[in-house]
């Protein structure tokens, strides 16, 4: 950031997380297995389509091919995933299964453990905070709030409450302004005649987009 003439804390990073909560480790995984069961298998299949292409013809309870190659949109995604097939030998269904319902940042729990996975990447700097993206809604939302937030409440790594009327304020960005707003704010520090270049640039490439 200070390449750029920034400071460290105008960029946040949220990571997201998927979390699959019970009042008991065992009431989480019986909420995780019973949304697994609802998994169609051509939904599965469709999730290993970018780094495998079209499997709807192989058997789902054979081995994966790793000969087979679709369109890599994500390459680093698609390495990780074939280096998982070479380390674990899943079967074609098993694979699909996993990345269909643990894609992305899956953790499966309590309270506690949920709290305890986000403090650790937030204290060690991981990330600034986490976009919550549940499995189920609304009723995953609900067990969040209710079960998660209290416990970083208590720890002191979450508000009690909202300290801007913004969402760059409870982020702990500083306001943004456009050069419109800027033009007319009496308290700007930089002069017209600077700020006029910048607004003819950009008036230059609308009218190449424009054609």
């Given at each position: 950031m200070a390449k750029y003439g920034r400071a460290p804390d105008d960029l946040k990073i949220l990571s997201g997380l998927r979390p699959t909560l019970g009042r008991t480790t065992e009431e989480a995984y019986a909420?995780?297995?019973e949304l697994?069961?609802?998994l169609h298998p051509l939904v599965s299949l469709s999730t290993l389509y970018s780094t495998f292409g079209d499997?709807?013809?192989y058997i789902l309870d054979g081995p994966?091919?790793?000969d087979a190659y679709g369109p890599q949109e994500l390459y680093s995604s698609s390495e990780r995933l074939r280096a998982r097939v070479r380390r674990d030998h899943p079967t074609i269904r098993q694979l699909s299964q996993q990345v269909a319902g643990m894609g992305g940042f899956n953790v499966i729990g309590t309270a506690d453990k949920i709290a305890n996975v986000m403090q650790s990447w937030f204290e060690q700097g991981a990330c600034d905070g986490f976009n919550i993206t549940p499995p189920r809604l609304p009723g995953g939302c609900d067990d969040f709030v209710e079960m998660v937030i209290p416990v970083l409440q208590r720890r002191g790594l979450f508000r009690t409450a909202y300290e801007?009327?913004?969402?760059?304020?409870?982020?702990?960005?500083?306001?943004a302004y456009s050069l419109l707003s800027l033009a007319g704010d009496v308290r700007m520090s930089r002069t017209?005649?600077?700020?006029?270049?910048?607004?003819m640039i950009l008036s230059r490439q609308l009218l190449e987009q424009l054609g």
């Open positions: 909420k995780f297995n697994q069961a609802l499997l709807s013809d994966v091919p790793l801007g009327t913004t969402l760059r304020e409870n982020f702990g960005l500083p306001p017209l005649r600077e700020i006029r270049p910048v607004k």
